[in-house]
């Protein structure tokens, strides 16, 4: 799933100054979560989040939705993560 324009899977979301922005190349603050499956490989209940400022928020919820994995998005300081699931 990785494109030119993918967030990088393997850069840190932890900085000194808290999570980052899952967009390629991008330092900003995150402002929001961006809730996604990929159910060629996840069960139906699993997600996985990616995080956005608000300059790539749209971007990335459009890579995410064109392929039908986006499931929501919500406001950073808004999100519960649930039990059990993947770290941010």
């Known amino acids: 799933m990785n494109s030119p324009d993918s967030p990088d899977s393997a850069r840190s979301t932890d900085s000194v100054d808290g999570p980052t922005c899952s967009a390629k190349g991008c330092r900003d603050a995150a402002v929001w979560v961006l809730v996604w499956n990929n159910p060629k490989l996840h069960t139906p209940e699993r ?36 039990e059990g699931s993947e770290r941010l």
């Open 47 to 82: 997600r996985k989040t990616w995080l956005a400022c608000g300059e790539h928020r749209e971007h990335l919820s459009q890579f995410l939705g064109v392929r039908g994995f986006l499931k929501d998005v919500v406001k950073l300081d808004e999100w519960v993560q649930p």
